[in-house]
């Protein structure tokens, strides 16, 4: 947990354990993805992105130990309170370490180019595009993508200065948009080629 994490700050708030796990689960994914983005394309502004998700993982962190002490009233609801306490560890390990690689672009390490060459034969990558205002993306919804053959993730989106992260598939996809999207070489080249979009 961050040393700089003021615990006066955080309020208790009647979460439920199981949604607070979900959104340590869902926030720790996501960050390995953009912090790995973040690293190999020496992105500075995802890097920052992936510091301000850390801190939130800590608040839910601190969240779910108060919410396991609190449920705790004999000795098999202390039992279940160290195991999901550990689970929430585990998470939290995961995050810093997501943390710990975007880190990198923030002191200047860059990465190596065998680093690099090895996240290019991975089976899947994270990438960014472009949304041209010209593009067949534009006005669609993120749910449109499979009746276009696009079977790819959007884990952001940057709308003019706003980050929106995990976008539902609801979410309609404008001119200028900022994708961060993971899939397939092949998949995210089919998306830059028939949405006419540029990398950004």
């Not at 309020?11 to 607070?20: A, D, G, M």
């Not at 190999?40 to 130990?65: F, G, P, Q, S, T």
Request: charged share 30%; net charge negative; aromatic share 6%.
């Amino acid at each position: 947990m961050n040393t700089d994490l003021k615990l006066e700050e955080i309020e208790y708030k009647p979460l439920s354990v199981r949604e607070i796990l979900r959104r340590m689960k869902d926030l720790s994914s996501l960050m390995v993805d953009l912090a790995y983005f973040a690293y190999i394309n020496e992105n500075r502004e995802i890097a920052d992105l992936v510091m301000a998700l850390e801190k939130e993982v800590d608040k839910l962190v601190y969240l779910l130990y108060m919410n396991a002490t609190l449920s705790a009233r004999d000795k098999e609801d202390a039992e279940f309170s160290a195991a999901i306490i550990k689970i929430g560890s585990a998470l939290n390990e995961f995050a810093n370490a997501a943390a710990d690689i975007a880190g990198l672009i923030r002191i200047n390490i860059p990465p190596h180019r065998y680093i690099k060459e090895a996240f290019e034969k991975a089976e899947e990558i994270v990438d960014d595009i472009l949304v041209s205002s010209e593009s067949t993306l534009v006005g669609k919804r993120i749910s449109d993508l499979e009746s276009m053959g696009l079977y790819i993730d959007i884990i952001a989106l940057k709308r003019q200065d706003k980050w929106i992260l995990s976008p539902s598939a609801q979410f309609t996809i404008q001119p200028n948009d900022i994708l961060i999207v993971r899939g397939n070489v092949d998949t995210i080249e089919k998306l830059i080629e028939v949405c006419r979009c540029e990398r950004a």
